[in-house]
């Protein structure tokens, strides 16, 4: 299965400057330190210090209790809160903060707004890697509007929407609806952040994906090792982003036959999850049964089913039993034990 990637937006714009927080003229009680902890959280999540970041914006939270009219403080720290718990893969707590940050911006009148077009579009792509797929479309095409109507459609806010929306819809088998969304959004990004951007990274391996399917292979092998190379540019060896990257570009390996090739990037990704975002990461299931199929490919299916049934224990925690790429994991191991394959102990 295919690992995909997503920009997200609150992080970046929200903490990312001062004057999209809307501060007051003057200094608030307790203020200081939520902006303090707040930037701090931003920079332990770019190097996926995940539960630092954590740690971090929960005591922003504490600080925005401190502040009067603290409405929009709320917001923003529940809508980076999610994405941490979504980085996490802890998804019940991401949806749960996103939600409530969306209800917070809707109390606070802000419909036609930047931050709740933000708001929206995070809400959606935790909805989409739950399956919601019904929820999360409606979401991304109303932070679209307000982003368009704001910013514009060749800004790189809009770009990250669309290519979140293409996302969606290759979830739902749509290549050729997700295709034009994400060449428009490629496009975008290397005009507005250069080509050397992590989001430019993210946006060609999805894109990658939607040529493999209707058989542009060639095209497909150039675009993910460049992603990969741009990943290991912007964090080094040793990051979430760049097993992911490596993951990608293993499994197209695995489908052009090249086994050798595959093993070596799945094993290596495998090592910088457990190293980055631990064992029991859903990105680190989809690796284990990625892996599976190259040694099933290969014929080495005692060791497959051991990944499977690793895997399977991994989603049904962190995704729960119901989620699709669980069932689909079960079903595929199922099938392993169905055909009596012996696993030694």
Known sequence: MWKHRTPNLLLVIALGLASQLAFPTRTLAAEPDWIRYSLSAKRAMAAANYNEAEDL?????????????????????????????????????????????????????????????????????????QAKFSDAEPMYEGALAIIEKMRGPESSEYATVTDNLALLYMRLGLFEKAMPLQERALVTYEKVLGPDHPDVAIALGNLAESYKRVHKEKEATILLE???????????????????????????????????????????????????VGADHPDMAITLDNLCEVYQKQGRLEEGQRLRERALKISEKSLGASHPFTLSVKERLEQMHKAQVPVKN
Do not use: W
């Open 226 to 276: 460049r992603s990969l190379k741009i990943m290991e540019k912007v964090y080094g060896d040793e990051h979430p982003s760049v097993a992911t990257a490596l993951d990608n570009l293993a499994c197209f390996y695995a489908d052009q036959k090249d086994f050798e090739r595959a093993e070596k990037l799945e094993l290596k990704s495998i090592a910088i999850y457990e190293k980055t």
């Open 57 to 129: 914006l929960k005591k922003a939270d504490k600080e925005a209790d401190g502040i009067s009219n603290n409405t929009s403080h709320k917001a923003i720290t529940l809508g980076n809160l999610s994405l941490v718990y979504k980085a996490k893969g802890d998804y019940p707590n991401a949806e749960l903060c996103a939600r409530q940050s969306v209800e917070l911006m809707r109390k606070l009148e802000k419909r036609d707004d930047f931050s709740f077009a933000v708001a929206l579009s995070n809400l959606a792509g935790i909805l989409k890697d």
